[in-house]
């Protein structure tokens, strides 16, 4: 957004994510997606359960290390992936609890 004020311009940036926040059972496959809820697992170091009050989703949190912990809220933006046995969001985007955002940078193999 532009706000344009005599002489000068400034820039006014607000939250980095995809889109408005989907409650996690609305989620689709195949979809550009963003939803916050709470860590509530970790499957390994680089995959983590993710529960809002409709529900639980896996999220791929990409190969760099990040330091979450049970019970941390986040705001994840990522693709919904197709796979019909075990639905993943590949996150590209995390938001954490005070407002650090994380840019998955690799791509995925």
């Known amino acids: 957004m532009r706000i344009a004020i005599p002489s000068l311009v400034f820039l006014i940036f607000t939250a980095p994510a995809f889109a408005e926040v989907t409650a996690i059972e609305d989620v689709r496959r195949n979809q550009p997606v963003t939803v916050a809820g709470t ?5 390994d170091e680089d995959e983590i359960r993710l529960r809002d009050e ?4 896996r999220v791929y949190l990409g190969p760099q290390p990040l ?7 986040i705001q994840v933006s990522g693709f919904m992936d197709g ?3 075990r639905n ?7 938001v954490l609890e005070d ?7 690799r791509g995925y193999e």
Do not use: D, K
């Open 39 to 43: 860590v509530e697992r970790f499957h």
């Open 54 to 57: 409709t529900g639980s989703i």
């Open 83 to 85: 796979n019909l046995i």
């Open 67 to 73: 330091q979450l912990e049970l019970g941390q809220s």
């Open 99 to 105: 407002g650090t955002v994380v840019t998955i940078e």
């Open 88 to 94: 993943e969001l590949y996150a590209r985007e995390i």
